[in-house]
């Protein structure tokens, strides 16, 4: 199992950024995949959880709106599309393989790529 992140980088307030999540040696059709983030000193926290199974799709409460979680079962990959970024958007973006929402948070009890830095910064 390997997931590789990419599409982090440096983006103005109010600005767009679109994450991926490359998969390898699973299929993303079979499995709940999801993003979680982490800022130096803090817990890393689920971003987004979206389960193959029922195709049920969840949000943090900061990500509802402005964060859509989606995938691309051909090419085995999926996507954080993140608008309306903020400055404490700011964080290094984790795929995770395994993830479910469990009363308010969202949980990972699977894999994680190596993650990509995004930057909310003018």
């Known amino acids: 199992v390997q997931l590789v992140e990419s599409g982090g980088g440096l983006v103005q307030p109010g600005g767009s950024l679109t994450l991926a999540c490359a998969a390898s040696?699973?299929?993303?059709?079979?499995?709940?995949i999801g993003w979680f983030r982490q800022v130096p000193g803090k817990e890393r926290e689920g971003v987004s959880c979206?389960?193959?199974?029922?195709?049920?799709?969840h949000y943090a409460e900061f990500a509802e709106g402005r964060f859509t979680i989606s995938s691309d079962n051909a090419k085995n990959t999926v996507y954080l599309q993140m608008n309306s970024l903020k400055p404490e958007d700011t964080a290094v973006y984790y795929c995770?393989?395994?993830?479910?929402?469990?009363?308010?948070?969202?949980?990972?009890?699977?894999?994680w790529g190596q993650g990509t830095q995004v930057t909310v910064s003018s």
């Open positions: 995770t393989l395994g993830c479910a929402l469990i009363g308010p948070r969202i949980i990972s009890f699977g894999s």
């Open positions: 040696g699973f299929s993303l059709g079979t499995y709940a």
């Open positions: 979206a389960n193959a199974h029922d195709r049920s799709t």
